[in-house]
């Protein structure tokens, strides 16, 4: 089920966040906005994979522990609907978990690292842009 926080008004591009924590989700819907960005923001990973199918997003952003699919099942569903999708890792545990390493395009960490994700979207976008 989308989250109450789905919002879609941004211009840089289209990122999905998907993190089963509606509290971060507003986090990274504040943050993403007024870095320019339209954000599609879901609290169920199911939901989140739904909009993917049917929109053009240029980016992903997970939560590593959810219920149901966790982040490195989403990322592997991710990948096999859009190989080329770069795909950000958030969460609380200090190192990327093995089973997430080769689905995704780059890890941080959620307290340490939530300043650097409006970044880490440019960088991984541009680079994308670039190989293009």
Same mark, same amino acid.
């Given at each position: 089920?989308?989250?109450? @926080?789905?919002?879609?008004?941004?211009? $840089?591009?289209?990122?999905?966040?998907?993190?089963? @924590?509606?509290?971060?989700?507003? &986090?990274?819907?504040?943050? %993403?906005?007024?870095?320019?960005?339209?954000? *599609?923001?879901?609290?169920?990973?199911?939901?989140?994979? !739904? &909009?993917?199918?049917?929109?053009?997003?240029?980016?992903?952003?997970?939560?590593?522990?959810?219920? !149901?699919?966790?982040? *490195? !099942?989403?990322?592997?569903?991710?990948?096999?609907? /859009?190989?080329?999708?770069?795909?950000?890792?958030?969460?609380?545990?200090? @190192?990327?978990?093995?089973?997430? !390493? /080769?689905?995704?395009?780059?890890?941080?960490? $959620?307290?340490?690292? &939530?300043? $650097?994700?409006?970044? /880490?979207?440019?960088?991984? %976008?541009?680079?994308?842009?670039?190989? *293009?």
């Amino acid at each position: 089920m989308a989250s109450p @926080e789905s919002s879609l008004s941004g211009g $840089k591009g289209t990122v999905l966040c998907i993190d089963d @924590e509606l509290s971060y989700l507003r &986090f990274y819907r504040q943050m %993403l906005e007024d870095a320019g960005y339209e954000v *599609a923001a879901y609290t169920d990973a199911r939901s989140g994979l !739904e &909009f993917l199918a049917s929109a053009q997003v240029d980016l992903a952003v997970l939560d590593y522990s959810m219920p !149901e699919l966790d982040g *490195a !099942e989403v990322a592997r569903r991710i990948r096999r609907m /859009n190989p080329g999708l770069p795909i950000i890792m958030v969460s609380s545990w200090p @190192e990327c978990p093995h089973d997430a !390493e /080769n689905w995704i395009s780059l890890y941080l960490m $959620k307290i340490r690292d &939530f300043d $650097k994700l409006p970044r /880490n979207i440019e960088k991984l %976008l541009a680079a994308q842009s670039d190989a *293009a």
